[in-house]
């Protein structure tokens, strides 16, 4: 009965993972994003510069959060050494975050951006400069620009012209709203749109030393300068610089309420044509079907899945045991029939390309590559600080040439050639289930100008029409093939194992969407008789 529960528990969490997962994420690309300046030189370890950069460190979050304003400007020690610093937090936090978040700033941006001496941190909700240069007094001066926006198109035509002029009437009544705020130049607007995209949001800021007029001036040329090239058509943008940064989403991203609320904008809808009047009713019908019985239909599943096993395990009982599995010279045997040659490997991808590379797993980057013979594999190089040593490396080697299970990422061959530590596995084209569902995890600088440094980041969010392939019938072979998967490594095989870090992005697709779970390097190895263990540390997630 126990083993039953166990399998109802892990369909139950695969399905969790999957309904989690649904959830719209914000702000795929982590914060914070760093503007390092090398060339305006370095300082070294032990510095006056250092000791000086420490001392408005100390300084700065404190007088920020204590402002009204919250914001701060700072200058310690002479020249040559005088640092000079800059913090703004965002109008809608308190006191306690702006404090937290530029200590925070001041903490990454030393270890980010080390040694430089002129360092920027766009973090959520402060921003913070330092440099070497007295930029205080330079109301005007709001160079090292970060341009990001939202990878997703709204729609084709004319109706991503008119979200287009809807959101830039909202970005530049808020732009208004908060040149004119005379502390804190500070806005947020809100504006009711259409079905699809019920509300578009915005928020403006200038820092509060400057006039109505620079603020104003500031919040055009960024928008003038950014809008046309980079947000057209797109559901979401900001630009940050030190000066004057702003931002609009179609979800809402500041808290309270909107300074500035503009009246709804219903965009001329062109009449639906009556079939399609139809199909979307239809369509909603079908939402509403789907809506009351996939809950059903995901019940009855656990149910008669829960019912099989347990009969299946009844009838298993009666069955002689596996025998146990041993750690004899076999295993490195069969390590021995995996190994390939690094020069294989290094031709197969492109000497590891950084074209090549697929992302970036736990203990190291993994890269598309093809032999000679055609074959598309995934090479695993583990990183040389890898706290992995080639004992338990050869164990997760041992393991993961073991299992062999549809729903288990095969391993074809490995490589330990002195420092490299490579593991192929089969290639799986459509990647892990957290880019088909959120879209590539990617950051691409378009454009970086080492005289303005300005920098362009594109940040996806869900991608809709991506997850939107993913249909239910998908949806439930993933969560059956994850259960099993499951289910195979903690009771089937003879080596019992618990993945430990489980989670979308070790979840890969092959091209008919199969799941395989991947990425045993956690995996933690069981007794035979042993249901359950006590572990000491946390790992994974
Ligand atoms: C500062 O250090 C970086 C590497 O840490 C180097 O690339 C850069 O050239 C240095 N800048 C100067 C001005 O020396
Ligand atoms: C913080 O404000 C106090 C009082 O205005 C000032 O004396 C101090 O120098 C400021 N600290 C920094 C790091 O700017
Ligand atoms: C300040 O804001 C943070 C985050 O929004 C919140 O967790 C915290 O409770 C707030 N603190 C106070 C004193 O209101
Ligand atoms: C202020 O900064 C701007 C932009 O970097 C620059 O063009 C201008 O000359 C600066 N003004 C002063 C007084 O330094
Ligand atoms: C949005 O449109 C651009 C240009 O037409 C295209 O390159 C991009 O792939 C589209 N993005 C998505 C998520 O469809
Ligand atoms: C918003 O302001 C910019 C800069 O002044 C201007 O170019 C643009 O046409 C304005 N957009 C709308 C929709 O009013």
Redesign the pocket.
């Given at each position: 009965m126990r083993r039953s529960l166990a399998l109802c528990y892990h369909l139950t969490a695969a399905l969790l993972l999957l309904a989690f997962l649904h959830a719209p994420l914000a702000g795929a690309q982590p914060l914070p994003w760093q503007l390092c300046d090398s060339a305006a030189g370095n300082y070294t370890e032990g510095s006056a510069y250092q000791a000086n950069i420490r001392?408005?460190a100390?300084?700065?979050p404190?007088?920020a959060s204590a402002s009204p304003a919250l914001f701060?400007k700072?200058a310690?020690g002479a020249a040559p050494d005088a640092v000079y610093a800059l913090a703004l937090c965002r109008g809608d936090t308190n006191a306690s975050s702006c404090a937290a978040c530029v200590a925070a700033a001041f903490r990454n941006a030393q270890q980010l951006c080390a040694f430089n001496r002129h360092a920027t941190m766009f973090d959520d909700p402060c921003i913070l400069r330092y440099s070497g240069q007295d930029f205080l007094a330079n109301v005007t001066d709001n160079s090292g620009r970060f341009v990001a926006f939202n990878g997703n198109n709204v729609s084709a035509g004319a109706a991503a012209a008119a979200f287009d002029a809807a959101s830039g009437r909202l970005v530049n009544a808020t732009a208004d709203y908060a040149a004119g705020d005379p502390t804190r130049r500070f806005g947020t607007g809100e504006e009711g749109y259409d079905a699809t995209y019920p509300k578009i949001y915005s928020l403006a800021q200038c820092t509060p030393d400057m006039e109505a007029a620079d603020c104003r001036s500031c919040l055009r040329d960024i928008i003038e300068k950014f809008t046309p090239q980079y947000f057209v058509g797109k559901p979401g943008g900001r630009v940050f610089g030190v000066r004057c940064n702003f931002r609009f989403e179609t979800y809402s991203f500041f808290s309270g309420r909107p300074l500035l609320q503009l009246p709804d904008v219903l965009p001329p809808a062109p009449a639906p044509a009556p079939a399609a009047a139809e199909e979307e009713r239809t369509r909603n019908r079908t939402g509403l079907i789907l809506a009351i019985t996939l809950p059903i239909v995901a019940a009855l599943l656990l149910i008669s899945t829960c019912v099989c096993f347990w009969r299946r395990r009844k009838s298993a009982e009666r069955k002689p045991s596996v025998p146990l599995p041993s750690t004899n010279p076999d295993d490195i045997q069969s390590i021995d029939s995996l190994l390939l040659d690094l020069s294989t490997l290094r031709a197969a991808t492109d000497n590891f390309a950084e074209s090549n590379k697929l992302g970036e797993g736990g203990f190291g980057a993994v890269y598309k590559g093809v032999l000679s013979e055609g074959e598309e594999i995934a090479v695993k190089r583990l990183s040389q600080s890898s706290t992995q040593g080639i004992e338990e490396l050869k164990t997760e080697l041992v393991l993961v040439a073991k299992l062999q299970h549809k729903n288990l990422v095969r391993l074809l061959g490995v490589c330990l050639e002195g420092q490299e530590k490579l593991l192929v596995y089969e290639y799986m084209p459509n990647r892990s289930l957290d880019t088909v569902l959120f879209g590539t995890f990617h950051r691409r600088f378009l454009y970086e100008s080492t005289s303005s440094s300005d920098r362009f980041l594109v940040v996806p969010l869900a991608d809709a029409e991506k997850s939107r392939g993913l249909d239910w019938g998908k949806r439930l072979k993933i969560v059956n093939g994850v259960a099993r998967g499951l289910q195979y490594l903690h009771e089937d095989s003879q080596l019992r194992i618990v993945h430990r870090d489980l989670k979308a992005s070790n979840v890969l697709l092959d091209s008919d969407c199969n799941p395989k779970i991947s990425d045993f390097g956690l995996a933690k190895l069981f007794g035979w008789d042993q249901s359950q263990a006590v572990t000491s540390h946390i790992a994974g997630t």
């Amino acid at each position: 009965m126990r083993r039953s529960l166990a399998l109802c528990y892990h369909l139950t969490a695969a399905l969790l993972l999957l309904a989690f997962l649904h959830a719209p994420l914000a702000g795929a690309q982590p914060l914070p994003w760093q503007l390092c300046d090398s060339a305006a030189g370095n300082y070294t370890e032990g510095s006056a510069y250092q000791a000086n950069i420490r001392a408005l460190a100390g300084g700065l979050p404190r007088n920020a959060s204590a402002s009204p304003a919250l914001f701060a400007k700072g200058a310690a020690g002479a020249a040559p050494d005088a640092v000079y610093a800059l913090a703004l937090c965002r109008g809608d936090t308190n006191a306690s975050s702006c404090a937290a978040c530029v200590a925070a700033a001041f903490r990454n941006a030393q270890q980010l951006c080390a040694f430089n001496r002129h360092a920027t941190m766009f973090d959520d909700p402060c921003i913070l400069r330092y440099s070497g240069q007295d930029f205080l007094a330079n109301v005007t001066d709001n160079s090292g620009r970060f341009v990001a926006f939202n990878g997703n198109n709204v729609s084709a035509g004319a109706a991503a012209a008119a979200f287009d002029a809807a959101s830039g009437r909202l970005v530049n009544a808020t732009a208004d709203y908060a040149a004119g705020d005379p502390t804190r130049r500070f806005g947020t607007g809100e504006e009711g749109y259409d079905a699809t995209y019920p509300k578009i949001y915005s928020l403006a800021q200038c820092t509060p030393d400057m006039e109505a007029a620079d603020c104003r001036s500031c919040l055009r040329d960024i928008i003038e300068k950014f809008t046309p090239q980079y947000f057209v058509g797109k559901p979401g943008g900001r630009v940050f610089g030190v000066r004057c940064n702003f931002r609009f989403e179609t979800y809402s991203f500041f808290s309270g309420r909107p300074l500035l609320q503009l009246p709804d904008v219903l965009p001329p809808a062109p009449a639906p044509a009556p079939a399609a009047a139809e199909e979307e009713r239809t369509r909603n019908r079908t939402g509403l079907i789907l809506a009351i019985t996939l809950p059903i239909v995901a019940a009855l599943l656990l149910i008669s899945t829960c019912v099989c096993f347990w009969r299946r395990r009844k009838s298993a009982e009666r069955k002689p045991s596996v025998p146990l599995p041993s750690t004899n010279p076999d295993d490195i045997q069969s390590i021995d029939s995996l190994l390939l040659d690094l020069s294989t490997l290094r031709a197969a991808t492109d000497n590891f390309a950084e074209s090549n590379k697929l992302g970036e797993g736990g203990f190291g980057a993994v890269y598309k590559g093809v032999l000679s013979e055609g074959e598309e594999i995934a090479v695993k190089r583990l990183s040389q600080s890898s706290t992995q040593g080639i004992e338990e490396l050869k164990t997760e080697l041992v393991l993961v040439a073991k299992l062999q299970h549809k729903n288990l990422v095969r391993l074809l061959g490995v490589c330990l050639e002195g420092q490299e530590k490579l593991l192929v596995y089969e290639y799986m084209p459509n990647r892990s289930l957290d880019t088909v569902l959120f879209g590539t995890f990617h950051r691409r600088f378009l454009y970086e100008s080492t005289s303005s440094s300005d920098r362009f980041l594109v940040v996806p969010l869900a991608d809709a029409e991506k997850s939107r392939g993913l249909d239910w019938g998908k949806r439930l072979k993933i969560v059956n093939g994850v259960a099993r998967g499951l289910q195979y490594l903690h009771e089937d095989s003879q080596l019992r194992i618990v993945h430990r870090d489980l989670k979308a992005s070790n979840v890969l697709l092959d091209s008919d969407c199969n799941p395989k779970i991947s990425d045993f390097g956690l995996a933690k190895l069981f007794g035979w008789d042993q249901s359950q263990a006590v572990t000491s540390h946390i790992a994974g997630t």
